[in-house]
């Protein structure tokens, strides 16, 4: 989805422009409240593109425990219940911070920091996650 369909389908009082970083970019995102509850922490949508090509949607940042899996699994979860249920492709650090990262069901878990092994984030092996390691953020990709 491009950005300028975004603010098309989205009201302007929900949505608020922001920056994320990937890596040495800065590239621009909005933060996106709930109209049913404004006090939620908002859903961060992560733009890709350049000024030249326009900027399209690519991820999303869900940090409210509200929104969940089928399967139940969301923020708050233990990290163990979506190895199990939902695959684990690789560990790799994100925008978002260090996340297991499913490519079959196009999510990774971003994990709580201080919960993980004191080593830097490259070292670490998803079997090194301990299975109740809470679920601080949920990333959805294509």
């Known amino acids: 989805m491009r950005a300028d369909r975004i603010t ?3 009201p302007a009082h929900l949505l608020r422009a922001t920056t994320y970083q990937d890596g ?3 590239l621009p995102a909005y933060e996106m409240r709930d109209a049913q509850r404004p006090d939620a922490p908002p859903t961060i949508l992560h733009l890709i593109g350049d000024s030249a090509t326009g900027f399209r949607l690519r991820r999303i ?3 409210d425990p509200q929104y969940r899996t089928a399967e139940g699994i969301g923020v708050g979860s233990p990290f163990g219940a979506a190895r199990q249920n939902l695959g684990l492709t690789k560990v790799r650090n994100t925008p978002a911070g260090f996340a297991a990262v499913s490519g079959e069901v196009q999510m990774a878990w971003v994990i709580d920091p201080n919960s993980l ?3 830097h ?3 670490i092996s998803s079997a090194e ?3 109740a390691a809470r ?3 949920v ?3 294509q």
């Open 8 to 10: 098309a389908l989205v």
């Open 24 to 26: 040495t970019k800065t």
């Open 61 to 63: 940042r869900i940090y």
């Open 117 to 119: 092994p004191a080593k």
């Open 121 to 123: 984030p490259e070292e």
């Open 129 to 131: 996650i301990p299975p």
């Open 135 to 137: 679920i601080t953020g």
């Open 139 to 141: 990333l959805l990709y």
